[in-house]
Each structure stands twice: as C-alpha cells, then as structure tokens.
C-alpha cells in the first residue's frame, strides 16, 4: 500500500484552513449542512490528496455537528428519535454510495466520477433548491414575518402523516406529536446518505426531505439534520480511520475555526423566522448550482462527449466554479450574519419598549 | 450619585460566569492544540502505521476529535457569550 501522503502544516495553511472552517462551520449551524463542499476541494488545492482531504473532513465534520446539535437541542430545536433513525438509514444510503461511486471510478475513470456528481448536484440543486426558494418567499408573502406565525404543514406531509401502516408508526415531536410511518422516513435517511457519498453535502436533501414529506418546521429540520450528519460523519470517519486516511492534525485546525463560526449559526436561528433558513438554503443551494455549471464543458471534453476545449479554457472554468463556490459559502455567512444582526437589533427594541410600558405603567 | 466604574457593586462579581468559562476551557483548548502540535509527528506515524495495516490504534483520531469537540466548543460556546452574543430566549 502507498504511504499516506499528509499536509506539511505552516502559517498560512493553518490560517487559512482556519478561516475556511470558521465560514463553513457558521452556514452549518445554520442550515443544518454546509462547508463540505468549499473545504474539500480547499484541502485538495493545498496539496492534500483526494482521499485524505474527504476522510480529514469528514472526521471534522461529526464533531462540528456533534457540538451544533446540543447547542440548538439546548433552544429545543432538535427532533434526536428522528435525527437517530434517519441517521442509520443514512449510513446505510453512505455505504451503497460509496460502492456506486467505486463502480463508476472503475469503469469511466476519475472524470466519470466528476461527472456524475456534477450530473447529481445540478439535478438536486436545480429542483429542491428552485422549490426551498419559491417557498421562502411563498411563506413571507403568506404572513411568515408576522411574530409567532404558525408552522403551516405542506399538502404532501399532511398525505404522509394521514397514512397508517400498522407496525411502522412512530410519534415524533417535531411534527407536533404526530405519528409517521418509519417506511417513509427509510427512503429519505437512504437519498440524505447516497447523497453525502456523491456530494458530501446529505443536508441539500435531508432537511428539505424533513421539510416537506415529513411536514417538520425549517427550524426543527435544519437541527435535526445535524444529528443525522453526526451518526453519517462518526460511521463514515471510522471506516477511513481503519485505512489510516484521517489526517486529525488537519481536522482539528479545520474544527477550531469551525465550532467558532457553528456557536454564531445556531445563536443565529433563534433570532430569526422559519422562512428565512429557507431563503438562505435556497440561495446557497442555487449559487452551487452554478458552480458546477461552469465544471459541465471540462467533464464533457475530457470524455469526448463534445469538441475538446483548450487547456487555458478548462482551467478557467475550474477557476471561476471554485470562486463561485466560495461565493456561496461567503453570501451564505453574510446573509447569515446580517438576520443575526437584525434579529438582535428588533429584540433589545422590543426589549426597550416593553421596559418603557411597564414603567409607565407602574407609575 | 453613581460608584466608581473600577468597582463592582456589592454583590456583583468582577467577572461573569462566561468569561470565567471561557478563561478555563480557553486553557484547556489552548492545551489540547499545544499537544497536537508537539505530537505532530507521532501522530502521522500512527497514522502511517494504521495504513501498512496494524489497527491497533486506528480509533485514536476519532477518540482526538470527540474531545477536541466537547472542550473546544465549550470555549467556544462561552466566548461568544462572554461577548454578549447569546440566544434569544422565547
């Protein structure tokens, strides 16, 4: 076996990795998943080989969202029995994917693999991100600014909920008590880990999955989904510690710049309405969509599916898809910051205001 | 009349919980990275002799990151607290 080829760590690689991990870790505790996808091809762009760089952020990742979850169990946001059972079917979904892929890798080589997952993330991106988006806004218009405005469960969810498969049912919190059949949970479990295998980003489909089949709030699913990356990331980082894969130096820097930015994320959705997680989640996923747009030609070229196009060409568009990716970890941690700043803004107003009447009503 | 800034009025401590926390886990943090970095080379070794296929220790890294979580995102936690961020209570 060749030997493990690890990241010679100075100054800048610590700082940057540090700093990537920050912005990647407060998208996370925001929307439930985010960062993957800027980290691993950060690492890679560092000099870290492809394995090491997917098995160091993953071993990075399952404590991220281990601390990400209590932190928001604490503000009661987190469904643990749902988050634990479409965890292991997830796990489940990781290991078949990983075997998708392998097959794939042999067959069409390592731009089949490329191609693939840009087929996949475009496709997923393109419907759930188009439909988390039209719903933001559907929900703002609707009434969603208003102050405890009431979680409105969608058609699909009521159908999934009203259906009862004796033996299946099981009652979950997070959906007001109510009781799901387990055989519809398995298939979303199965999809959030097939994904994180292809695209090492399940959230873009667990917590829309969580959202609008199982009828969970935003909030609730964005919070879950952490635990379900938590049971996915521990299972994933054991199977590449065997094979002596995780580079936990890396990991650790990558982590400590991470749990600064995952505390602002979930401080952050206690400040904010259900809708907004949509909006940002929606947009995020529409700008990487993008991103790989600007990767499909390379691909096509490089299994002559079309005209060959020039190397100068192909690096540019390698160049401008990672820097629309940074683009969708940075909007993403702006927009984040910025509801955080007007949700802390409106509250000491509201604070000061109901200080104001007490006292004019005590005197 | 109002005190004097440099004193904390009778009762109050000087310092708050948080930032108390947050000095105490910013230690041990700090400890743990310290560590990390003057086993720099031990810990490539393992990792390196997990890969030529001895599996004794492979469970260490996951072992490193569960305490590197619990610990670091204490701090982490307090820190921001200690600077007046916090969650808003419903």
Redesign the interface.
């Given at each position: 076996?060749e030997?493990?080829n690890?990241l010679d760590?100075n100054a800048t690689t610590v700082f940057l990795l540090f700093l990537v991990g920050f912005i990647g870790g407060m998208v996370s505790g925001f929307i439930g998943s985010g960062g993957a996808f800027v980290l691993t091809p950060a690492m890679m762009s560092l000099g870290a080989p492809a394995v090491i760089a997917v098995a160091s952020n993953m071993?990075?990742k399952?404590?991220?969202a281990?601390?990400a979850s209590?932190?928001r169990n604490?503000?009661g946001q987190v469904d643990i029995k749902l988050g634990l059972i479409m965890g292991i079917f997830a796990e489940i979904g990781v290991f078949v994917g990983k075997e998708f892929m392998t097959n794939i890798r042999n067959n069409f080589g390592d731009t089949g693999t490329d191609l693939y997952v840009s087929v996949v993330f475009i496709v997923v991106l393109a419907l759930v991100g188009g439909y988390v988006l039209r719903d933001a806004f559907r929900c703002k218009r609707e009434g969603g600014d208003v102050e405890g405005a009431e979680h409105i469960t969608p058609r699909l969810a009521k159908w999934v909920q009203s259906i009862n498969i004796p033996g299946t049912m099981m009652r979950f919190h997070s959906i007001g008590g109510k009781r799901v059949s387990v055989l519809f949970i398995a298939p979303l479990g199965f999809a959030t880990g097939l994904l994180a295998a292809s695209i090492a980003v399940g959230g873009f489909i667990g917590v829309p999955a969580m959202m609008y089949v199982l009828g969970v709030p935003a909030l609730m699913a964005s919070a879950t989904e952490l635990v379900v990356a938590f049971v996915m990331g521990?299972g994933g980082?054991?199977f590449y510690?065997?094979?002596?894969?995780?580079?936990?130096?890396l990991?650790?820097i990558i982590?400590?710049g991470s749990?600064?930015g995952?505390?602002?994320g979930?401080?952050g959705t206690?400040?904010v309405r259900d809708y907004t997680v949509k909006m940002i989640m929606g947009m995020i996923m529409i700008i990487v969509l993008f991103s790989r747009l600007f990767e499909m030609p390379v691909y096509l070229s490089d299994l002559d599916l079309i005209s060959t196009i020039s190397e100068g060409t192909s690096s540019l568009l390698s160049n401008i898809s990672f820097g629309t990716l940074a683009l969708a970890l940075l909007s993403g941690a702006f927009a984040i910051l910025a509801a955080l700043l007007k949700?802390?803004k409106q509250?000491k107003k509201q604070q000061a205001d109901a200080e104001y009447a007490a006292s004019v009503a005590e005197s | 009349m109002t005190k004097p800034a440099d004193k904390p009025a009778p009762g109050r401590k000087m310092f708050s919980t948080a930032t108390l926390f947050t000095i105490l886990y910013g230690c041990l943090s700090l400890g743990l990275?310290i560590l990390?970095?003057v086993f720099?080379d031990e810990?490539?070794h393992m990792?390196?002799?997990?890969?030529?296929?001895d599996?004794t220790l492979?469970?260490?890294?996951?072992i490193?990151?569960?305490v590197?979580?619990?610990v670091?995102?204490a701090?982490?936690?307090y820190?921001?607290e200690a600077l007046g961020?916090?969650?808003?209570k419903?």
């Open positions: 076996m030997a493990v690890f760590l071993a990075h399952f404590p991220k281990l601390v209590i932190k604490k503000y521990m980082s054991l510690a065997w094979e002596g894969f995780v580079d936990i130096r990991a650790m982590l400590a749990l600064f995952v505390q602002i979930a401080i206690t400040y949700g802390i509250h | 990275y990390l970095f720099n810990i490539r990792a390196e002799a997990t890969s030529r296929g599996k492979f469970f260490i890294p996951i490193i990151a569960l590197f979580s619990l670091h995102g701090f982490t936690g820190f921001w961020l916090k969650a808003k419903k």
